[in-house]
Nanobody, 117 residues
Framework: QVQLVESGGGLVQAGGSLRLSCAASRTIFRLDVMGWYRQAPGKQRELVAT???????NYADSVKGRFTISRDNAKNTVYLQMNSLKPEDTAIYYCNMRNSWGAYEYWGQGTQVTVSS
């Protein structure tokens, strides 16, 4: 079992920035795709961004140009830099680790991000 621990959430005004971190309890393997998802009240969980071991990112259209995902394999940590935050970005943000072959998938406990208008 892998533990994913998120941190960095909080309350910020619209237009502000936050950086989320996700620390994994073991080495992030080459075939691990790391990602961030979010779930707003009354809505389904949705993809925010993913990144492969080679560093190739993928973003939801709603966050392109504002959010940046990165990973530091030496620290077993994935980051999500969120700039120009909007009230609609308010959600619980979850870290995800997924094996490329579908062998396993793990979720963090989530961290709350609240953007005030």
């Amino acid at each position: 079992q892998v533990q994913l621990v998120e941190s960095g959430g909080g309350l910020v005004q619209a237009g502000g920035s936050l950086r989320l971190s996700c620390a994994a309890s073991r080495t992030i393997f080459r075939l691990d795709v790391m990602g961030w998802y979010r779930q707003a009240p009354g809505k389904q969980r949705e993809l925010v961004a993913t990144i492969t071991s080679g560093g190739s990112p993928n973003y939801a259209d709603s966050v392109k140009g504002r959010f940046t995902i990165s990973r530091d394999n030496a620290k077993n940590t994935v980051y999500l830099q969120m700039n120009s935050l909007k009230p609609e970005d308010t959600a619980i943000y979850y870290c995800n680790m997924r094996n490329s072959w579908g062998a396993y998938e793990y979720w963090g406990q989530g961290t709350q991000v609240t953007v005030s208008s």
